[in-house]
């Protein structure tokens, strides 16, 4: 948990250049499988003999494809080659305000998944691809682990609108270098 009290689960992956965009469009679409609560449409992404779950939508689809561009071009573009794709589940509430009158997003979720890209040579190219087929195991049993667990089911707040695919706003950043992109 982070100092505002909702829970943060961190993901870490070592990536080569060939399947980063692969790899984090599986691992995004996975988190948002997990944690969806409309009627969602699946689909798989099978990453080095992982199959990873998915969401057949297209706007979910759209958002994951443009943060992964942004991330690609953030790191491909500078020296930096480490970088995170925060995933943020927030719900809305009436804001508490003398002179305001709306409504504000309180975040009771997020996911961190920091990334970083090596380039294995020849060589190393099989145990590489091994450690990051045993990393995406692992990283869906964190996903399944948490949101089954009491406290990932409990973090979830109640839900009053369930007319769409989300019934709470989803907000991913893309930062590299520390610095947001957009």
Do not use: C, Y
């Amino acid at each position: 948990m982070n100092v505002s009290g909702h829970p943060t689960i961190t993901i870490d992956l070592v990536l080569d250049r060939q399947q980063t965009k692969e790899v984090l469009r599986a691992v995004l679409h996975a988190i948002l499988f997990h944690r969806l609560f409309g009627t969602v449409k699946p689909q798989t992404f099978e990453v080095l003999d992982v199959t990873m779950p998915g969401v057949d939508d297209k706007e979910i689809t759209l958002l994951v494809e443009e943060k992964v561009d942004a991330f690609w071009r953030g790191v491909e573009g500078g020296a930096n080659k480490r970088g995170q794709i925060l995933v943020t589940f927030s719900e809305k509430r009436p804001r508490k305000s003398w002179f305001l009158i709306g409504e504000e997003e309180i975040p009771w979720e997020q996911w961190i998944i920091n990334a970083e890209i090596r380039q294995p040579s020849d060589r190393e190219r099989q145990k590489f691809n091994a450690d990051l087929a045993a990393t995406l195991t692992k990283s869906l049993e964190t996903m399944l682990v948490h949101s089954s667990s009491e406290k990932g089911r409990a973090a979830v707040p109640l839900i009053t609108n369930a007319s769409s695919i989300s019934p709470f706003p989803i907000k991913m950043a893309v930062k590299v270098g520390g610095v947001e992109l957009a």
